[in-house]
């Protein structure tokens, strides 16, 4: 998996079930998406986290909300990987 792969347990399980009933070949999709934070700091990388976590947050929610997730992502990569 990528290093930037989040994990979620719950759906690694479903995955799994689900992998029982498919072909053995599982895909990760890597996307990105971009959003601004406005600040008084000139270096991006002294913007608190917690401001950059909560605007991503809501760009996503607002994108979600309107559905135009799909519009507002760009897919970066696919890598697929034989289950066995």
């Known amino acids: 998996m990528p290093s930037n792969h ?3 347990k719950p759906y690694h399980n479903w995955l799994e ?7 053995k070949v599982l895909f990760t ?5 971009s959003f601004c934070v406005d600040s ?11 401001t950059v976590a909560l605007t991503l947050l809501k760009r996503i929610q607002n994108c979600r909300d309107s559905d135009t997730i799909m519009e507002a992502v760009e897919h970066t990569q ?3 990987e034989q289950i066995e």
């Open 6 to 8: 989040i994990s979620n």
């Open 17 to 23: 079930e689900q992998s029982k009933k498919k072909p």
């Open 29 to 33: 999709h890597d996307f990105n998406i």
């Open 78 to 80: 696919t890598i697929s």
């Open 40 to 50: 008084f700091e000139s270096d991006p990388w002294e913007v608190d986290a917690e």
